[in-house]
């Protein structure tokens, strides 16, 4: 990409889509195009079609999706799955249509089967079954990913997949409920009054965890280095469990009760670590350690929302 290149970024208000705008302007680049909701409706193929054509982006990083944690997913898998594949749709074949250089498609590491063998490989992908809890979110990411490789086949259309660890970071849902798991916790604790905090599961899950700046670079350097519609791996090398995660969070937020686990709700993937190998041959790594990342999402938690209200 040039400086001055055309860049849509969907969904820029989002955890990642945020960071990607930030990240952008702090190296310069002077052309970048943000729509609204209210702006750009991306569930209307019509509209997406018209902006497009008006617009005429030379460069499209897709961070726009319905996200959420574990109980989102299970509850409202219905919007999950027609929300996320519609608003893809559109951006791709809008993408193809209106001649876009290279497309960024994001998506998650739950898109690979709950039990595929770790560190997971991009090669893992429909080797098996798929953590129940969010099947529906990570369909309509797989859907993504196969739709890019066919325009890539028959059209030649330039694209690049990356499939992050756990998200994390500003501008996160810290909705106690409908968030993932780190700023639901940091919610959870910092309006906790002292009480007991109490999580889904027993703890023990491993998790990987990225930092949503660091993924906003990964995904600049993706832009620059792939295009044959790869799905690539990104994440920060930290595997750290439920339960570990729980106790650095905890000291973050200086949270000092007790901390429950329901064992009678759903632990989700026990397991999935990513292989990045793809990225960090090319010479990519994160900048933030998971402490640092957590330092600095709670502190921007403080500052910007009124979630921490009791």
């Given at each position: ?64 999706a319905k996200v959420g944690g574990i ?208 990225m960090s041959e090319l010479g990519w790594k994160p900048n ?23």
């Amino acid at each position: 990409m040039k400086k001055d290149s055309k860049i849509f970024v969907a969904g820029h208000r989002g955890l990642v889509g945020s960071s990607i705008v930030k990240v952008l302007k702090e190296r310069g680049y002077t052309n970048i195009i943000t729509k609204t909701r209210q702006e750009l409706d991306l569930l209307n193929q019509k509209d997406v079609a018209n902006f497009f054509e008006q617009e005429r982006p030379e460069y499209v990083f897709d961070a726009a999706a319905k996200v959420g944690g574990i109980y989102a997913n299970d509850t409202y898998s219905a919007d999950f799955i027609y929300e996320n594949i519609q608003i893809q749709t559109n951006l791709i074949h809008s993408s193809w249509k209106y001649s876009v250089d290279k497309f960024l498609f994001l998506g998650s590491v739950c898109i690979y089967p709950k039990y595929a063998e770790i560190p997971v490989k991009e090669e893992s992908l429909l080797t098996g079954y798929l953590e129940p809890t969010n099947d529906a979110y990570a369909v309509a990411k797989i859907s993504g990913i196969k739709m890019l490789q066919a325009y890539r086949k028959q059209y030649g259309m330039k694209s690049v997949s990356l499939m992050p660890s756990n998200l994390y970071g500003p501008g996160d849902n810290f909705h106690p409920d409908n968030g993932h798991v780190i700023p639901a916790m940091i919610t959870k604790f910092n309006n906790s009054d002292g009480k007991k905090v109490t999580f889904w599961g027993d703890g023990t899950p491993k998790r990987e965890f990225l930092y949503a700046e660091d993924l906003a670079d990964a995904c600049l350097f993706a832009m620059d280095n792939f295009e044959n519609a790869e799905l690539v791996n990104v994440g920060s090398g930290e595997n750290v469990s439920i339960k570990e995660l729980a106790s650095t969070v905890a000291s973050v937020v200086n949270y000092n009760g007790d901390i429950d686990w329901d064992t009678s709700r759903p632990n989700g993937t026990p397991n999935r670590p990513l292989d990045c190998s793809k990225m960090s041959e090319l010479g990519w790594k994160p900048n933030h350690t998971l402490s640092q990342g957590l330092k600095k999402t709670y502190d921007w938690f403080i500052e910007n929302t009124d979630l921490q209200t009791k």
